[in-house]
């Protein structure tokens, strides 16, 4: 049976693993990224990763979810924001192939949501997709036809950089904002609250916390109803910090993209919750190397 490493590579944490030629995680471990320490850190944390599986097992291939912008045919990234310095030009493809001797593919981690969604999860039966991770900012992934669409540049579904309102669609609508928005209103340290401290406020009946959700809930239904006048998708699929209270919020943003959507539109998408979670990432990076190498066996 054959054995891959995937490593899942966000702000906070690396998630990782073994994954047999199914799709099955056969193992599961995280350690802290480190973010601040830069991209030469994290590469080498990779590295470390799978020499230490090497001793256990004998590994097929590398496959890796990574944030920042990624040019998948060189395995690279080519555009990153502050919360990673010196992430651009990061070369793991290069580097993991020449030390390892074995095929490794790189892919953005919310596309690789996205792909594992549509692969295994919440959309396996949706031709189009539409998947938005929602936290700490908003990414947006399309896939069709069980295939990531990148753009011309590779940048397709950039969606937290949409302008809304005089700022853009992650700056008010992601999970983050509510903390700010309650302490601020309240008068208090930010420090002193959480999304799970205002969600439990908001269920009591408190003003100011209901409002603030209410507020994202908004502007969430409004840009998905934006996105979903491009593309048309037949199904809407919502992952991220937001799943921690998919119960409170699933029936508020169906009803507020209904609300800015054509009643021919609005009947004809579907809104789900991510079903992965905290696999989504090495799922998709799984699934993107499987692809890839599938497309390189037949231009053979």
Request: net charge neutral; glycine share 10%.
């Amino acid at each position: 049976m054959e054995r891959y490493v995937s490593i899942d590579i966000g702000g906070t944490a690396i998630k990782y693993g073994i994954i047999d030629e199914n799709g099955k995680i056969l193992e599961r471990r995280e350690k802290p990224t480190e973010a601040f320490m830069g991209g030469l850190s994290i590469l080498k944390k990779t590295v470390d990763i799978v020499e230490n599986f090497q001793k256990n097992f004998e590994i097929n291939g590398i496959c890796i979810s990574t944030a920042g912008m990624v040019d998948v045919k060189k395995g690279s990234i080519f555009y990153s924001g502050p919360q990673i310095p010196d992430y651009a030009g990061t070369q793991f493809k290069k580097t993991m192939e020449e030390r390892f001797g074995i095929p490794c593919e790189v892919e953005n981690d919310v596309n690789c949501a996205g792909l594992a969604e549509s692969v295994s999860g919440a959309a396996k039966d949706s031709c189009i997709t539409l998947c938005l991770t929602i936290g700490t900012g908003i990414g947006g992934c399309i896939v069709i036809n069980g295939e990531v669409f990148r753009g011309y540049s590779g940048s397709a579904c950039e969606v937290g950089y949409m302008h809304m309102l005089d700022s853009d669609f992650q700056t008010l609508g992601a999970a983050s904002v509510l903390t700010k928005k309650v302490a601020a209103k309240k008068k208090e340290a930010k420090s002193s609250w959480n999304g799970y401290r205002i969600f439990e406020e908001a269920k009591k009946g408190d003003r100011i916390c209901c409002e603030a959700i209410d507020e994202m809930v908004e502007v969430l239904g409004k840009g998905i109803a934006n996105i979903c006048y491009v593309i048309n998708p037949q199904m809407v699929v919502l992952g991220g910090g937001i799943m921690a209270q998919k119960e409170y919020l699933y029936p508020r943003i169906l009803c507020a993209m209904e609300r800015y959507l054509v009643s021919s539109i609005a009947q004809k998408t579907t809104l789900r919750m991510a079903e992965h979670k905290n696999d989504a990432g090495m799922l998709g990076a799984f699934y993107h190397f499987r692809n890839c190498q599938k497309e390189r066996e037949m231009v053979k």
